[in-house]
């Protein structure tokens, strides 16, 4: 079946610093690919997407591009800020359901 | 436009008890998922409706779980009797269709069994 596995956490980072998480899937066809985001006490976003190989998504300074060859989409930022610390979350697509990795907890420091 | 509200954010219950979490959709959004987070590992797909029809069940983990969405407007997840194994965030997400269309999540409900 379909799953996704990523980097585990927690990270922890000074602020302005360089924010990769790693994240690899599995999955039969082409699955639409995504990162979301849970802030402290919020539930969770969508933070980008990317629905076919090279497709790169990008949205509040992240970006991540689908790698069909090497099945990854790597999460990264290249200045993260305090108000980035959350729980992200890779997912992949087949049809309508969503197939989660463990989450990675990022906490940024000031 | 209301997001996904789920109700309670916070239940603590203890084992053998039963509980019933509610998830209310964005108006207008036919399509209603229920997945959970135990443990802190992956969330995990629950079930999916189409209004009032249940189209895929496959992640309930077991009879102990009943899902309802009457009149195809809100849903309602009950536990009965709640295991230990049971504690964990359950979240609720919309859509306005299936397939390519972005799912809203609610907040979540985090269920604590003692």
């Known amino acids: 079946g379909d799953s996704v596995t990523q980097m585990e956490g927690p990270v922890t980072l000074s602020e302005e610093a360089f924010l990769t998480i790693n994240c690899t899937y599995t999955a039969t066809g082409y699955p639409s690919l995504f990162w979301y985001v849970q802030y402290p006490g919020e539930g969770l976003q969508l933070l980008l997407k990317?629905?076919?190989?090279?497709d790169k998504g990008s949205n509040k300074g992240f970006e991540a591009t689908y790698r069909k060859e090497t099945t990854s989409f790597h999460l990264e930022k290249g200045s993260v800020q305090v108000s980035d610390s959350a729980v992200y979350f890779c997912a992949l697509r087949s049809d309508y359901k969503l197939s989660f990795g463990a989450g990675t907890t990022v906490t940024v420091r000031a | 436009e209301a997001g996904v509200t789920q109700f309670p954010s916070h239940s603590v219950i203890e084992k053998g008890q039963t509980v019933t979490l509610r998830c209310d959709p964005i108006s207008g959004h036919d399509n209603l998922y229920w997945y959970r987070r135990v443990m802190g590992k992956e969330i995990k797909f629950l079930l999916h409706f189409v209004k009032e029809s249940k189209q895929d069940e496959s992640g309930m983990p077991n009879n102990r779980f009943l899902a309802e969405r009457t009149g195809g407007t809100y849903s309602t997840l009950k536990v009965q009797p709640a295991e230990l194994e049971d504690s964990g965030v359950y979240f609720c997400?919309?859509?306005?269709?299936?397939?390519?269309?972005?799912?809203?999540f609610g907040p979540g409900t985090r269920l604590t069994v003692t």
């Open positions: 990317a629905t076919k190989a090279d």
């Open positions: 997400a919309s859509s306005q269709g299936g397939g390519g269309y972005e799912q809203y």
